[in-house]
């Protein structure tokens, strides 16, 4: 009897103590969770990001992609994002005795200007200043909208500029503004600014001046090809115009010409978030036979988000 009490006593420790003193052998650990207030944010907003760990942490390293800062310690660092685009978090906790790492791709969207170029004496893309820009020809710069010398770019159908793909450039909307100046053209379909990888992306879109009317073509991901239609007035008149089309994240693609809605149509489809892997062209196509753009470009801006009437309106003032 004295022998089965001591066994008994012997076997209710281990079981206690087996595991770092938990039940079933199950160590005492932290496990990495944290979550965002917003997951989608504008240009320069702030972020609060807060500590779910499992276990009790009391240390925390955090990283994240191209915030300010990218490099934080505590359980709720807030962080700015100046630049578009889509962004990883990290996060690694420790109890001192464990230690566990947990990392979301793409965790939040930026929405604001994926690229800016403003041909204002050079060809630069003030959105990625590191990007290196294509150009077949030397660039030839003439009189902008305000009659500014040297600030607008004159293509004469020759000239290719090409940009590599944004590997930011992930989303479900977009808008592309820019000012142009076109020459009447008889009988004429001319790209002005493509970003289409064809039909195995599956996603892409290009602004084309089809007989002296605009369009905004493209795909969204549901396999099928998409259009703003024409606009309803020409443009080639050799006149200063300014132009935004737009995607919605609910498949309307729109064009706008001198802030009136000239093209507008709606597709019954949930545009999913995707990447558009192909190059940015200006003036030329890549992939199609479109004769090339002849006239005076200014302020080509893309955007990773739709932009409303009221910042379009405020965009030509």
Do not use: C
């Not at 089965?4 to 650990?29: D, K, V």
């Not at 207030?37 to 009391?58: A, C, I, W, Y």
Request: glycine share 8%; net charge negative; hydrophobic share 40%.
């Amino acid at each position: 009897m004295k022998w089965l009490f001591s066994s008994a006593i012997f076997l209710t420790s281990l079981w206690f103590t087996s595991g770092s003193g938990t039940p079933n052998g199950q160590n005492l650990r932290v496990f990495a969770d944290f979550e965002a207030e917003q997951l989608t944010v504008e240009q320069g907003q702030k972020v609060k990001f807060m500590d779910r760990s499992k276990g009790h942490p009391n240390f925390w390293s955090w990283s994240f992609e191209q915030g300010l800062p990218n490099r934080a310690t505590g359980a709720t660092p807030e962080v700015y994002y100046a630049k578009a685009g889509v962004y990883d978090v990290t996060i690694t906790v420790s109890d001192g005795e464990s230690t566990d790492t947990k990392v979301m791709k793409d965790y939040i969207k930026v929405r604001g200007v994926l690229h800016s170029l403003r041909f204002d004496g050079m060809l630069r893309d003030d959105a990625n200043v590191n990007t290196a820009i294509e150009f077949n020809a030397r660039p030839q710069f003439e009189r902008d909208r305000s009659g500014a010398a040297g600030r607008a770019l004159h293509l004469i159908g020759h000239e290719r500029i090409k940009l590599p793909p944004n590997q930011k450039f992930k989303t479900n909307e977009l808008s592309l503004s820019l000012w142009f100046k076109a020459p009447k053209k008889q009988d004429t379909q001319m790209i002005i600014v493509e970003q289409y990888a064809g039909r195995s992306a599956d996603f892409g879109f290009r602004l084309l001046l089809t007989n002296g009317h605009l369009q905004f073509e493209g795909r969204d991901g549901s396999q099928l090809m998409r259009s703003s239609g024409l606009s309803r007035t020409t443009v080639d008149d050799n006149e200063w115009h300014h132009v935004v089309a737009v995607m919605t994240a609910d498949s309307q693609w729109q064009v706008w010409v001198d802030g009136i809605l000239e093209a507008h149509n709606a597709y019954t489809y949930t545009i999913p978030e995707q990447y558009n892997p192909a190059n940015l062209t200006i003036g030329h196509s890549e992939r199609f036979d479109f004769r090339t753009f002849e006239g005076l470009l200014d302020e080509v801006v893309i955007y990773n988000k739709a932009l409303s009437m009221r910042s379009i309106v405020e965009l030509l003032n």
